[in-house]
């Protein structure tokens, strides 16, 4: 008789108490009520300890330490950025304390601290600002060194859902390295592997060097790093049992839907990185596939020094001690391996033969050769860029459709003219022909002082 009573009041006990359906009632139950504490539990003095360390409730000092190291780990960023040093910007990753707030702000999100969260925001947010700020103030001060922009910099510019893939796991090992404090050995390689100071130095250095463009770049990069964080940490604090066991059963609707409201901005990220990442592995193999369709066409006896592709338009530049063969084989190669029209923009340098006997003959001055060496190309439909010495070598710089002829016929013009036989290099760029020769203006080609031992580069 007990039995049936037990058995009769059970069920209906069960179903005031759960307005949810029978079946859906016990997978929450199952799930979040269940299974997750078991998986890790703490106590509540752990807890209390693991939420101090993470910034969670702000007092006047915790804010002013964090606030000086925050100022300290950009300085070092922003020069390390600067002189293109990878050591000197890891010191920065060490310094940086902005792991904490984040972390603490996917805490905040899933005990259900609206507060706290508000805290947590703002404190990102003006560690933002301040950092960018501090960045940009130290690249307006140091001088520009004139070489473009640190190749470090550039690195953070242009984010691809690898780097959202590394957000993620940094979130999830610095959320569970905070709670465990055995293993918080792992915090230090946590703040390296996500890189949050550096984006942000990176902001302010592009903002300082007029690059809006590169800057949302390093700007994206940043909330990527922020929002796999957040979402990683709070998936983590969940199952490790930082959630007490009466939050779950109490806040299960709460909890799924603030997950479910990070992971909206993860997805779109994560679409916009992964179109990102497939254009730059497309790009990549385009280039390989450029990169050995050159390298056949040049054969033995050149050297490949750059390749480099700009939409349909393919850049190569090589050196040998003769011209290159025609250019038209290789646009018809390119064609075949990429499979659309394209455009081959080629640049030859010239190098020495190392067995040549350096000549001792009388040197025609440049002004004098100038006249003779432009009608000799202007029968080619060549033009003459420029007209140098290298030691008593005539390095003559010229561009058009198709490279010059043998350099003997313009030998025996000067030495019919001026009664000397000097050694004759070409450094010539390949031109598409876009309009007739008359329609050309003339641009009078760059005479370097014959003192002037320097080989000029290809233009």
Known sequence: MVSEVAGATSPQSHSQSNPLPKSRSRIAE???????????????QDRKESMSSLMVRLTRTSVSRYSVLLSLSIVVAAVGLLQNSIAVVIGAMLIAPLMAPIIGLAASLVMGWRRQVMHGLLLV???????????????????????????????RTSPDVRDLLVALAAGAAGAYATIRRDVSVALPGVAVAVALVPPLGAIGVLIARDQPDLARGAAMLFVTNMVGIVLAAAIVFVLSGLVPKH????????????????????????????????????????LRLASNAVSDWLGPGYDLNRIKMTGSTVQVNVSGRVSPPPVQSLTDSLDAVLGESTAVDLRWTPVSDPNAVVSTRQVVGLNELQ?????????????????????STLVVTASGFEPPTSSDGLATL??????THPLISFVWTRIEPTASPTEIPATPPILS????????AAP
């Open 449 to 456: 002082n014959p003192a002037d031992t320097s080989t000029p």
């Open 414 to 419: 000067i030495f019919n003219t001026f009664g």
């Open 371 to 391: 006249p003779l060496v432009q009608g000799w190309l202007n029968q080619q439909a060549l033009t003459l860029d420029g007209l140098s010495y290298d030691s």
């Open 125 to 155: 947010g003006g560690s933002v600002i301040g950092a960018t700020a501090i960045a940009w103030a130290i690249a307006k001060f140091l001088p520009d060194s004139g070489l473009g922009l640190p190749t470090e910099v550039l690195a």
């Open 30 to 44: 199952h799930y979040l009520s269940n299974r997750l504490p078991r998986r890790g539990h703490m106590s509540e």
């Open 247 to 286: 939050s779950l059963r109490n806040s299960r609707r709460r909890i799924v839907i603030t997950l479910a409201l990070v992971s909206v901005p993860t997805v779109v990220l994560a679409v916009v990185l992964t179109n990102r990442f497939i254009q730059s592995a497309d790009a990549a193999l385009r």
